[in-house]
Every structure is written in C-alpha cells, then in structure tokens.
C-alpha cells in the first residue's frame, strides 16, 4: 500500500517563487542596483496578490464589490494632494488646484491597485454563498 502525497492547499502562496525572488532582492540591494531591487520589489507583490486572484473561490458580487473598491482607492491621490497644500497658508482658505492635480497621473493605478487587493485579499462574509 502506497503513503498518501501531501496534497497542498490550493490557495497556499508559490514558496519557491517568492524566495527566489527574495533571495534576489537581497542580491540587488547589496550591490546597490536600483532597477532591480525596484522591479524584485514590486514582483515579490504582485506575485502573492495575482496567485490570490487566481485561486480564489468567488462570490456572488465580488466583481461589483471589486469595482466599488477600486473607485473609492482612485480618489486617494486626489485626496493626498490636496492635504499636501495645507501648509500653505493661502491653500487654508481655498483649495489649491496644484496639489490635486499633482495627484492626477496616478487615479487609474491607484483604481487598479484597489480593485486588485480587494479581490486578492477580501475574506467571505458569512451570508454570502460562493459559486
């Protein structure tokens, strides 16, 4: 009679990935390349989020629900450039467009990125069936 394999968690994260991209962010920060301790960063964060999306079991209005958030995280920028003017003592009294519009360039990453971690990370409710 055979021993039965470990079966793995279908929504358990790549190991093998992630520390190898790890092990090559620490590699580049030690020699001091920029462009590669950027993209290893940002592959060591979308790789765990993209395999979660992936994955997932989804619900009934997770795409809805996905989209709304998404709307709400675009209007982050918008929201931080406007707080970056009130230091100034004319901004005070009335709005300063210059600091909201700064946040302009970065409303459809933010959107993506907020639908993006919704769908990664939001948990089920308890009432909501899944499909």
């Known amino acids: 009679m055979s021993v039965p394999e ?9 190991w093998p990935p992630l520390l190898a991209t790890l092990g090559v962010l620490w590699v580049a920060t030690q020699v001091r390349e920029q ?3 950027l993209s290893a960063l940002a ?3 979308a790789l765990p989020t993209l395999w979660r999306v ?5 619900v009934r ?3 809805l629900r996905g989209l709304a958030m998404g709307y ?3 209007h982050l920028p918008l929201l931080l450039g ?3 003017t009130l230091d100034r003592p004319e901004c005070r009294i009335r709005l300063c467009m210059d600091g909201v519009l700064a946040g ?3 409303v459809p990453w933010a959107g993506v990125l907020g639908t993006l971690l919704y769908w990664a990370w939001g948990t089920l409710s308890g009432g909501r069936r899944a499909l």
């Open 61 to 63: 209005g997770d795409v």
């Open 72 to 74: 709400l995280a675009c």
């Open 54 to 58: 992936v994955t997932r079991r989804w």
């Open 35 to 37: 462009k590669l301790v």
């Open 104 to 106: 302009v360039p970065y």
């Open 6 to 14: 470990d079966e793995q968690d279908p929504h358990a994260p790549l």
């Open 82 to 84: 406007a707080c970056s």
């Open 43 to 45: 592959t060591l964060v």
